[in-house]
């Protein structure tokens, strides 16, 4: 240390020290030019944005939703703040419908100096371009858990029971209904409401809905003298021009017995009605071959029935009409 001490001083109090200073000066200053000058680059994600798509339609798929954009420049320039104001964009005038195509990745740049070079590392994104629908479907609660022994389920039900969805027509044809999230009746002994959202699923990644909260209503009640009978559902006054086959043929009805007398699914009548429809209308178009359609559920106890319906399970079934 003492050695290091006497070299300073000995450069200090030696030859012209206001020259030496100058240079020391002079080399700083060489250093910080050099370091302003040298291209240096920075690179930052941004999301890519959607341009001139039309009103009807939609992107269903991205191969990517954001891009990694490369800045060159001087240190001093690259300390701009306007750089994150650059933006990137696929131009989508012009889209082609149902199939996957390959866009470029344009840059949009804001008030960046000439100087500063900009690029998209990713040139081209693949995006498939779909028709944009608007669907109801069915909503579904979901029930979960066991209610203490000595009570029953006797009806479910969720408010409302259909929401509107818009997406790309190829996810849309595949959506019949929708889940809310999990009620748990763990514990429950009496009729309860929860709010509830939609359950979590990745096929509605590009879908948006009407209503995204619901009130889940379930009724439980005492077992005491309640028969839960499962019944065949029947079509009533189908039409022979066409076939009709329903999503599910089981209804499940809760009676009341009396007086201790047994009551069989025999008791009970359970069906469903598509006379009403006006399949006419329905099926005017040629190419239509068929149609589904959600009906209500009927359910009548049979003349000498010893009991009361109080409640039956589903409430409306899926049918599916076919022109022979």
């Known amino acids: 240390m003492k050695g290091l001490a006497d070299k300073i001083i000995k450069f200090a109090t030696g030859g012209d020290l206001l020259a030496k200073l100058i240079c020391l000066a002079l080399a700083v200053i060489l250093w910080m030019l050099v370091t302003s000058s040298k291209v240096e680059t920075l690179k930052f994600k941004i999301p890519i944005t959607l341009k001139n798509l039309a009103p009807n339609l939609i992107v269903s798929n991205m191969s990517s939703r954001f891009v990694t954009v490369q800045f060159e420049g001087r240190n001093d320039d690259l300390k701009n703040p306007m750089l994150k ?58 029930i979960t858990g066991r209610v203490p022994e000595g009570k029953i389920i006797i009806d479910k039900t969720v408010t409302p029971d259909r929401v509107k969805v818009t997406g790309p027509q190829s996810v849309l044809n595949a959506i019949q209904s929708v889940e809310t999230d999990e009620v748990s009746v763990d514990n429950e002994t009496a009729e309860f409401e929860r709010q509830e959202g939609l359950k979590k699923d990745d096929r509605f990644k590009n879908v948006t809905f009407g209503t995204t909260l619901f009130t889940v209503r379930v009724v439980i009640v005492d077992a005491k003298n309640i028969s839960a009978l499962g019944c065949q559902l029947r079509i009533r006054n189908a039409l022979r021009d066409y076939s009709y086959e329903m999503k599910s043929t089981q209804v499940v009805v809760y009676v009341r017995t009396k007086d201790n007398r047994a009551v069989t699914p025999a008791d009970v009548d359970a069906f469903i009605d598509p006379g009403e429809l006006d399949l006419g209308a329905m099926f005017e178009d040629e190419k239509v071959s068929s149609v589904w359609r959600e009906l209500p559920i009927i359910v009548i106890g049979k003349i000498g029935a010893a009991a009361d319906i109080i409640s039956y399970l589903p409430k409306k079934v899926w049918i599916k009409i076919s022109r022979k």
Do not use: C, M
């Not at 005038?93 to 960046?112: D, H, L, M």
């Open 85 to 142: 104001s650059v933006k990137a964009f696929v131009n989508l005038e012009n889209a082609s419908v149902g199939q996957p195509k390959y866009y470029p990745v344009e840059i949009e740049k804001q008030e960046i100096p000439e100087e500063i070079t900009v690029a998209a590392l990713i040139r081209e994104v693949l995006v498939t371009v779909d028709r944009k629908e608007n669907k109801w479907v069915e909503v579904v609660p979901t």
